[in-house]
């Protein structure tokens, strides 16, 4: 079975800072990563994922991710954040041998952008 | 750009009663999925369909719980009797291939009273 944990449930920060919210999973099988956006009344939006090859992932709207297997993390970051990059975030991840529908989910990160 | 849309954005009925929550994926895409998020926990995966039959299911997904496409555009998901602990946020998704990323509506808000 896998699980994924985020470490921080909330985070806040000030605009043009740099960010990183944390993901770590397990997995007794290897698996894709991704990490979806939750804009306030909205659903969830796929912000990039990893599936094989280079493990810095560039995303939309300024994101990126690195896999890092040793540390079973995927972290994602961003340098400089705007107010309207203020959502939840949702790290997931889905078995190889699967689809890529049935997702895991962490528990999700509140970035919180202050001017 | 295309969307998944549900049906209604909030949905109250009473403990007992059945509710159907609807949903119309993209037009094109093949494959289509449940979720679930009780407040303030993980978003949870209930079931995935395709080619009109129900093709993986979390523990979740008991008999209370079904799904149908009734046509070529809508995708339902039917809990035949409410209980209290099924009040949660339910997103729809759906995708392409098997393969490619899901895309989610903006759910559907029930509430069991």
């Known amino acids: 079975a896998q699980s994924v944990t985020q470490l921080d449930s909330q985070v806040p920060v000030f605009e043009e800072a740099p960010v990183e919210l944390r993901c770590n999973y397990s997995?007794?099988?290897?698996?894709?990563l991704f990490w979806y956006v939750q804009y306030p009344n909205q659903g969830l939006q796929l912000l990039l994922k990893?599936?094989?090859?280079?493990?810095l992932v560039k995303g939309i709207n300024g994101f990126e991710a690195e896999f890092n297997k040793s540390q079973t993390s995927f972290h994602l970051r961003k340098p400089s954040v705007h107010i309207s990059d203020t959502a939840e975030y949702f790290c997931?991840?889905?078995?190889?041998?699967?689809?890529?529908?049935?997702?895991?989910f962490g528990k999700g990160t509140k970035l919180s952008v202050k001017p | 750009e295309p969307e998944v849309t549900q049906t209604p954005s909030h949905q109250v009925t009473q403990m007992g009663q059945e509710v159907i929550l609807r949903c119309v994926p993209i037009?094109?895409?093949?494959?289509f999925y449940w979720y679930r998020q009780i407040l303030g926990q993980k978003v949870e995966f209930l079931v995935s369909?395709?080619?009109?039959?129900?093709?993986?299911k979390s523990e979740i997904f008991d008999d209370q719980f079904s799904v149908e496409r009734p046509d070529g555009s809508n995708f339902t998901l039917k809990i035949r009797s409410t209980k209290l602990e099924d009040s949660a946020m339910y997103f729809c998704?759906?995708?392409?291939?098997?393969?490619?990323?899901?895309?989610f509506g903006n759910g559907t808000r029930l509430t069991v009273t």
């Open positions: 037009s094109n895409h093949l494959y």
């Open positions: 990893y599936l094989s090859g280079s493990t």
């Open positions: 998704a759906s995708s392409e291939t098997v393969n490619s990323p899901l895309h």
């Open positions: 369909f395709y080619n009109n039959e129900i093709s993986e």
């Open positions: 997931a991840v889905s078995e190889m041998r699967g689809s890529q529908g049935n997702l895991i």
């Open positions: 997995s007794s099988v290897s698996v894709y």
